[in-house]
């Protein structure tokens, strides 16, 4: 079926350490990703996205990367901060307006 | 300058009540889509409208939800005589351009309103 997803429901990270997270995609029709921030009580967040015409795409702290082989997407966030406590969701766009999310990955930062 | 506005944050209805969701864009955006997120779910795609038009409303069930964006004043996605599985969390976003023919633009998301139907 078409829809995305991630891979690990949970990311439990030390603070200043790196943190990567997954969300594999199945329509290869897609051609926009974006990944979302959402606090508790709060609405989703835009963080960072790509088109699919590239493969990296680096921000303040953040990079996403796509393989549109595997149809996998990341995000990698640096010196993980415990204001990076949220869930995190990739979202993907097939062309049109509708954004097609994932159930999301909770990351949850040590101190 | 302002970002998508909902309101109100927090809503509680009995069951065959009424509810009035209530959304502003951004300042110069023209288009709106609303969502609805269950309890640790992603998020679910609505309706898409544009001033004064639906433009997409597949993700809207056929009963009791209906949606609009007047010419002047927020959008609102109404809901008649709620019913315990309408309580879920609703998001309203913006983005700037047309979908026709394709929109890749990125929707910013309001803070949601929180239905909870007793």
């Known amino acids: 079926g078409e829809n995305v997803g991630l891979h690990l429901p949970t990311l439990s990270v030390q603070e200043g350490d790196n943190s990567i997270i997954n969300c594999a995609y199945s329509?290869?029709?897609?051609?926009?990703f974006i990944w979302y921030k959402q606090e508790s009580g709060k609405g989703p967040q835009f963080i960072i996205d790509?088109?699919?015409?590239?493969d990296k795409r680096q921000g303040q702290r953040v990079t996403v990367l796509l393989n549109k082989t595997v149809k996998h997407l990341s995000l990698q966030i640096a010196a993980t901060q415990p204001g990076d406590s949220a869930v995190y969701f990739c979202?993907?766009?097939?062309?049109?307006?509708?954004?097609?999310f994932g159930a999301g990955t909770t990351v949850t930062v040590r101190a | 300058n302002a970002g998508v506005m909902q309101n109100p944050r927090h809503l509680v209805r009995r069951r065959g009540q009424e509810a009035r969701l209530r959304c502003s864009p951004v300042?110069?955006?023209?288009?709106v889509y609303w969502y609805r997120q269950l309890p640790e779910e992603g998020l679910k795609f609505m309706v898409y409208?544009?001033?004064?038009?639906?433009?997409?409303e597949s993700g809207m069930p056929k009963e009791r939800f209906s949606a609009e964006f007047p010419k002047e004043g927020p959008s609102i996605l109404r809901i008649q005589q709620v019913v315990r599985g309408d309580s879920a969390a609703y998001f309203c976003?913006?983005?700037?351009?047309?979908?026709?023919?394709?929109?890749?633009?990125?929707?910013?998301f309001g803070p949601g309103t929180r239905l909870t139907v007793l």
């Open positions: 976003a913006s983005s700037p351009i047309s979908a026709s023919g394709g929109n890749t633009d990125t929707q910013y």
């Open positions: 329509n290869s029709a897609s051609d926009y």
């Open positions: 790509i088109r699919s015409n590239m």
């Open positions: 979202a993907e766009n097939r062309g049109d307006y509708k954004l097609s």
């Open positions: 300042k110069g955006h023209s288009h």
């Open positions: 409208l544009q001033k004064e038009n639906i433009i997409d």
